[in-house]
């Protein structure tokens, strides 16, 4: 059974920079693609980035394109969320998430860590 650990998060100002990690456990994660999500207080939760564990194909959000990097090392079975520039709007809980792309479910997340940005 796949289990995910964030850390990394914090408060920061605004402009500043932070790397989320995901840690990956339990499971040959060649089938999956990992996902970042994030939840701001009273709002729904939003899809991030992700990233193909097989072939490190990325997407992300337009709302973090060009200041945000996902990565994986495989290795170490860690995703990594590169957060550059960041803006108060940023804040929120980040998660992330094993999505099992042949069956299209999620067959894991993370328990969420909080990031904080102030202007």
């Known amino acids: 059974q796949v289990q995910l650990v964030e850390s990394g998060g914090g408060l920061v100002q605004a402009g500043a920079s932070l790397r989320l990690s995901c840690a990956a456990s339990?499971?040959?994660?060649?089938?999956?693609?990992m996902e970042w999500f994030r939840q701001a207080p009273g709002k729904e939760r939003e899809f991030v980035a992700r990233i193909s564990w097989s072939d490190a194909s990325t997407y992300y959000a337009d709302s973090v394109k060009g200041r945000f990097t996902i990565s994986r090392d495989t290795a170490k079975n860690t995703v990594y969320l590169q957060m550059n520039i960041l803006k108060p709007e940023d804040t929120a809980v980040y998660y992330c998430?094993?999505?099992?792309?042949?069956?299209?479910?999620?067959?894991?997340w993370g328990q969420g860590t909080q990031v904080t940005v102030s202007s």
């Open positions: 339990g499971g040959s994660f060649n089938r999956y693609v």
């Open positions: 998430a094993a999505w099992r792309s042949s069956v299209s479910t999620y067959d894991a």
